[in-house]
């Protein structure tokens, strides 16, 4: 993924008018958002070397290119003391990459404004962190990134460096204990000499060992707990009010809690299926272009920004063709040399429920079980097609799949053929996955919820959207893209509504 380089999204700010506005700053200590307190908690789980010298590129990429000569020599500086510790902790050689390499070619794609190169290597970087907690949040990390000020970038770019040099700290004693272990034991008193240092120096080496597990164990107690939290809003959000007899228990694969882990899990696909960064990827841009005008996106293909919002859109773009493909099937439209076993049992389904809700409001009675019953047919058939229906063979995947392929392939080509045969599979799972979900799931639920999507343009309600911004600087922002809708129950009243997933969004900063 490469970074936004777009002129309007850069602050003109200089380091004295940070601090002379810090009272105004989004990032302060006094008031912590969700989404810094969970960028704040992803710093502190990164665990290697390599995870901070790919975040010191990554903030880089964010810093503009003009005012060369200041930052030339930072970045000279920064690099080159960088490589000096890579070559003591001798990393390099043994991983795959060649971290230093990485770091010079990054120092000379800057310096003499190899945009094709730096971009490639920026995303390789982005691709590394995602495996260690970015995935499907990259970009707002990215925009987070993007709107700290020049000082707060300087500021990170510091806390970096202390962290890895910590880590050089650490390579020395246990390097001079090894020396230690390796010295030749010539005398009596020498033997006696050595052990004793090599006692205390392991004594030591365990404790600090013993602290640093320590400090692990309390950041993973501490994730957990966020998303132990995290989970238990989700689950106050969806609790669905006095429908006891109609809900879920915890252990049914059909609760809110199991609907919400299969939303996510299409969130992650979807965010491989759609990329279009990288040199796997080629952007078409005349169509891609076209595409982001037609919803309205202020932003032109090539450019890095441009490339993050085509992205999300066309996650916006899969699930919408897939919803209607399968609608047109369900409906007759779409016919099948096969039984439509999945369209009969809709159809005989929504009958049968119609005519139970006509059986209560025509014969009296005071009994509960004919109020349920058009839930509990609903919820059990439902469940059953969500288990069963359209398996990865049948007519409708494979088709709406091959014409998924071809409308990606209108606004990006996948030039890598390894890659292009993993899009292919993941089609066949992402078309089945959506069906699933929005056709079946959602109406295995006690209160069906709905899906809403929001257009560009429009302005931000942080209850129901997920980005990088925080709730205080929402009326300075409006929505740029919209990829993945809000999942929930809504009623037109925000405290009412229950949110099972927020939507994903982009923003950009309103007209003035």
């Not at 962190?129 to 000020?149: F, M, P, W």
């Not at 199991?258 to 996510?264: N, P, R, S, V």
């Not at 952007?283 to 993050?308: G, M």
């Not at 099937?329 to 049968?352: H, K, M, P, W």
Request: charged letters at 25%; proline letters at 2%; hydrophobic letters at 35%.
């Amino acid at each position: 993924m490469a970074s936004s380089q777009t002129p309007s999204k850069r602050r003109s700010t200089q380091d004295r008018e940070f601090v002379k506005n810090h009272g105004k700053n989004d990032y302060s200590l006094e008031v912590v958002h969700e989404n810094n307190w969970q960028l704040f908690m992803w710093f502190a789980s990164l665990e290697t070397v390599e995870n901070y010298i790919c975040l010191f590129i990554l903030v880089w990429d964010v810093i503009p290119v003009r005012n060369s000569q200041q930052f030339t020599r930072e970045l000279k500086e920064e690099t080159d003391s960088l490589i000096q510790i890579i070559k003591e902790l001798n990393i390099s050689k043994e991983n795959d990459k060649n971290y230093s390499k990485m770091l010079e070619d990054y120092n000379n794609y800057r310096f003499f404004a190899d945009e094709i190169h730096r971009q490639n290597l920026v995303h390789d970087v982005w691709k590394e962190l995602e495996n260690y907690g970015l995935k499907n949040i990259s970009y707002a990390v990215l925009e987070q990134l993007d709107r700290c000020t020049l000082l707060q970038k300087k500021e990170l770019r510091a806390m970096i460096l202390s962290r890895i040099k910590s880590f050089q700290s650490f390579s020395r004693k246990i390097k001079e204990i090894k020396e230690l272990q390796q010295a030749p034991l010539n005398n009596k008193n020498s033997q006696v000499s050595n052990s004793t240092i090599l006692d205390d120096s392991n004594k030591q080496l365990i404790e600090g060992t013993q602290d640093i597990r320590e400090l692990l164990k309390k950041n993973e107690e501490l994730t957990a707990q966020v998303k132990d939290l995290i989970k238990e809003n989700s689950k106050q959000q969806v609790a669905l009010g006095n429908l006891t007899n109609v809900s879920w228990n915890d252990d049914d694969p059909h609760n809110p809690k199991k609907l919400i882990g299969d939303i996510t899990d299409l969130q992650d696909l979807l965010s491989d299926f759609t990329m279009v960064q990288g040199s796997d990827y080629k952007i078409i841009n005349d169509d891609a272009n076209a595409l982001l005008r037609a919803f309205k996106c202020e932003v032109n293909c090539p450019s890095s920004r441009a490339s993050l919002v085509l992205g999300v859109l066309l996650q916006r773009v899969t699930i919408t063709l897939i919803i209607e493909s399968a609608e047109k099937y369900l409906n007759g439209v779409f016919e099948s040399q096969e039984t439509a076993l999945e369209r009969d049992i809709v159809n005989t389904t929504e009958t049968l429920i119609t005519q139970t809700l006509l059986f209560e409001e025509n014969r009296k009675g005071e009994d509960d079980v004919t109020k349920i019953t058009p839930i509990k047919i609903r919820q059990h058939v439902y469940s059953a097609l969500s288990c069963r229906g359209f398996p990865s063979d049948h007519p409708l995947i494979k088709s709406t799949a091959t014409r998924l392929l071809n409308k990606m392939n209108r606004y990006r080509q996948v030039v890598d053929e390894v890659t292009n045969d993993e899009t292919n599979d993941l089609a066949i799972q992402i078309t089945h996955k959506v069906i699933n979900i929005f056709w079946f799931s959602f109406k295995t639920q006690a209160i069906v919820p709905t899906y809403k999507f929001f257009e560009a343009g429009q302005a931000l309600e942080p209850h129901l959207m997920q980005g990088a911004f925080g709730n205080d600087e929402s009326r300075k922002l409006e929505v740029e893209v919209c990829g993945f809708p809000c999942i929930g129950i809504f009623t037109g009243d925000k405290l009412s509504d229950r949110i099972f997933i927020k939507a994903q969004i982009i923003t950009r900063s309103k007209r003035l």
